[in-house]
């Protein structure tokens, strides 16, 4: 039976290759790839009926929704890691954020992680994408967060600054473990460590991979909450 199963997805991949040699001027390998994975559930749909669809923003290009999620923009992720070096690959990633945004018709949601497990198990604070900061304030509606602004050390000096929920003190000793502070130097730090208290207080804080001890009362740096 699993071998019928294989022959017979075969042949509809044969048949496929056929109507798009039909259909298409462009009769390549690449030309077909491209056109199979633009190929989803939502051809199937009915006018007027409702569903939910996972897309990547690639295989989005071309289409239009009227409520659109966008999920996990972050440093890392939208612009990719590998593009924060290369100007060109960064506005490449700019412009595939661009299509996603403008599949929206009426609605468009955005969000990012403030913590994110990494591939070897541990957990790293997560930075909200640069391309949020080039958005149009009057457009924007952030609901639940009290705002600072602060530019985080993977950005450039030419890319704008964008906002964080801030805690009302940055200087109190009632520091706990799993708190986030942004450092003048460092950056996003995750408090993984509380040593003594009053003025021997000390933290111990996890920037990225590095690991540090600093005294919160003389240490410029603020602490934040999301």
């Known amino acids: 039976e699993e071998a019928d199963n294989r022959l017979a997805n075969l042949g509809e991949l044969c048949s496929a290759v056929a109507q798009f040699q039909e259909d298409n001027e462009d009769t390549s390998l690449g030309g077909f790839l491209a056109n199979a994975s633009l190929a989803s559930d939502l051809d199937n ?18 289409l239009e929704f009227s409520v659109v999620f966008m999920v996990g923009l972050e440093e890392g992720l939208l612009p990719h890691f590998r593009s924060k070096n290369d100007p060109l690959s960064l506005e490449e990633e700019r412009r595939l954020c661009y299509v996603g945004i403008t599949r929206a018709q009426e609605q468009l949601f955005i969000s990012y992680a403030t913590e994110r497990r ?109």
């Open 118 to 226: 990494q591939f070897w198990g541990a957990r790293d604070v997560a930075v909200p994408s640069q391309f949020l900061a080039e958005l149009p304030e009057d457009l924007i509606n952030t609901n639940g967060m009290k705002k600072v602004i602060y530019r985080s050390r993977r950005q450039s000096k030419n890319t704008k600054n964008y906002t964080v929920k801030k805690s009302a003190n940055n200087q109190g000793e009632n520091w706990q473990v799993g708190e986030k502070v942004m450092h003048k130097s460092f950056g996003v730090g995750q408090v993984t460590n509380v040593f003594g208290g009053g003025q021997k207080l000390s933290l111990g804080i996890k920037f990225g991979k590095s690991k540090k001890i600093i005294d919160p009362k003389t240490a410029p740096m603020e602490k934040l909450e999301y």
């Open 45 to 62: 749909l009915q006018d007027g009926q409702e569903a939910v669809s996972l897309m990547t923003l690639h295989s989005a290009k071309g």
